[in-house]
């Protein structure tokens, strides 16, 4: 529902002769702290998107157009409906809910060679169903912080944690 597959041909179509080697679902929150962010309230604010890792390179991408924003979408009109045929405040706290989760799924591209990476902390966050990867992807003075709905294989951990902006990259 994510259209993760959609992520993963762009990134097929625009890096032919690149491996994909990680597909995943993912939070995105573009911060300005480079050590993995756990629990905050500008969780809020995050985008839910994409995440393809190839041989080369890290490609982030977040789109509007998805079944979930449609789903989203029929949330608030019933949450809205609620409210206006009964009064009834649980449908405006419905609507706000899923207004939140429509906000996340705003635009969002970053495509990140090795070379533009100057450094990647993992950490870990518990959710409600689970322990899940925290993936910061240091990019100049800022970080951006990946929460991926899939566990990072650890050969691609390794290979992600030694990139730094002194190394050769591909």
């Known amino acids: 529902m994510n259209l993760a597959f959609q992520t993963q041909l762009v990134v097929k179509r625009q890096y032919p002769d690149e491996t994909v080697l990680f597909s995943t679902i993912a939070t995105i929150l573009e911060t300005r702290h480079k050590l ?31 079944l979930i924003t449609a789903i989203w979408i ?12 009964n009064a009834n405040v ?15 799924r705003r635009p969002y591209s970053r495509d990140l060679p090795f070379n533009s990476i100057r450094h990647v902390h993992f950490g870990a966050v518990r959710g409600l169903v689970g322990h899940f990867n925290i993936v910061s ?22 290979q992600l944690t030694t990139l730094d902006d002194s190394s050769e990259h591909h």
Do not use: K
């Open 36 to 66: 993995p962010i756990g629990w905050s309230p500008r969780r809020f604010f995050q985008r839910r998107g994409n995440v393809v890792i190839t041989d080369a390179r890290i490609f982030i991408q977040s789109s509007f157009l998805s």
């Open 74 to 85: 029929v949330v608030i009109g019933c949450g809205l409906y609620f409210y206006v045929q």
């Open 90 to 104: 649980f449908g405006i706290v419905m609507a706000v809910f899923a207004a939140i989760f429509i906000i996340q």
């Open 137 to 158: 992807i240091v990019i100049g003075g800022r970080a951006i912080q990946l929460v991926t709905a899939q566990h990072v294989p650890n050969h691609i951990r390794e």
